[in-house]
T-cell receptor, first 115, second 113 residues
Framework: NAGVTQTPKFRVLKTGQSMTLLCAQD?????MYWYRQDPGMGLRLIHYSVGEGTTAKGEVPDGYNVSRLKKQNFLLGLESAAPSQTSVYFC??????????????FGEGSRLTVL | KQEVTQIPAALSVPEGENLVLNCSFTDSAIYNLQWFRQDPGKGLTSLLL?????REQTSGRLNASLDKSSGRSTLYIAASQPGDSATYLC????????????FGKGTHLIIQP
C-alpha cells in the first residue's frame, strides 16, 4: 500500500539552485496539496490542485511553482532556492468527498536544506 | 484570518495517566475540526474528525470534543501508553476542503514508561 510517496526524502541545495519535489499518489484522488512545516509555524499550504491540469495558490506560494500534468502526480518546483525555503515539505491528497469528510492522506515528507 | 492555538506546546506524563490536549480557534464559522498525530520524521495521520454539527467523536482511548461557540476543542487520551508519544496537531477546516485547513503548531507529547 504505497499511498502518497514523496521523492526525494532529503536534499541539500546551494542558494540559487533549482530542484523539483515529486509527489505521487496511487489512490486516484482528485485533490493534491503541498505544505511546508517549519518550527514554531505549523503547517502552511503552498499550492494545491483540485484536478489534473489545475493548480491554485495557497497561503505561502511565493518562490514555488507547481504542475499537475497527470492526476497521480503533483510536482513542486523551486526555481532559485533561498535559505528561507529550508523546511520540511509535505504532500497530501484527498478524494473529492474529502472536502466534506476531512479525509486527507499525507506523505512522509521531504527535508530540504538550502545553504 | 483563522488562527489556531494549541496548549500546551509540550507535555510529559507518566504512563497510565489520562490527559487532555487543548486547541482553540478564533473564528467559529468552521466546517470541521480534525486531530492529527505526527511521529518523528513521518507524515500526519488523521485521528479524529468532528463535523461542525457534532459535539464529539471517539476512537478507542481517544475522545475529541468541539465547542464551536467558545472556539475550543479538546483531545482526551485515556490510560496513556508510551506508544502515544508523538506530536498532536489540531486543524480547523473553514473552507470545506484541505485548502481551507488551518493548523495549530502542535503539542509534543511524551509518555514516560
Amino acid at each position: 500500500n504505497a499511498g502518497v510517496t514523496q521523492t526525494p526524502k532529503f536534499r541539500v541545495l546551494k542558494t540559487g539552485q533549482s530542484m523539483t519535489l515529486l509527489c505521487a499518489q496511487d489512490m486516484n484522488h482528485e485533490y493534491m496539496y503541498w505544505y511546508r512545516q517549519d518550527p514554531g509555524m505549523g503547517l502552511r499550504l503552498i499550492h494545491y490542485s483540485v484536478g489534473e491540469g489545475t493548480t491554485a495558490k495557497g497561503e505561502v506560494p511565493d518562490g514555488y511553482n507547481v504542475s499537475r500534468l497527470k492526476k497521480q502526480n503533483f510536482l513542486l518546483g523551486l526555481e532559485s532556492a533561498a535559505p528561507s525555503q529550508t523546511s520540511v515539505y509535505f504532500c497530501a491528497s484527498s478524494p473529492i468527498w474529502g472536502r466534506y469528510t476531512g479525509e486527507l492522506f499525507f506523505g512522509e515528507g521531504s527535508r530540504l536544506t538550502v545553504l | 484570518k483563522q488562527e489556531v492555538t494549541q496548549i500546551p506546546a509540550a507535555l510529559s506524563v507518566p504512563e497510565g495517566e489520562n490527559l487532555v490536549l487543548n486547541c482553540s480557534f478564533t473564528d467559529s464559522a468552521i466546517y470541521n475540526l480534525q486531530w492529527f498525530r505526527q511521529d518523528p520524521g513521518k507524515g500526519l495521520t488523521s485521528l479524529l474528525l468532528i463535523q461542525s454539527s457534532q459535539r464529539e467523536q471517539t476512537s478507542g482511548r481517544l475522545n475529541a470534543s468541539l465547542d464551536k461557540s467558545s472556539g475550543r476543542s479538546t483531545l482526551y487520551i485515556a490510560a496513556s501508553q508510551p506508544g502515544d508519544s508523538a506530536t498532536y496537531l489540531c486543524a480547523v477546516g473553514s473552507g470545506g476542503g484541505a485548502d481551507g485547513l488551518t493548523f495549530g503548531k502542535g503539542t509534543h507529547l511524551i509518555i514516560q514508561p
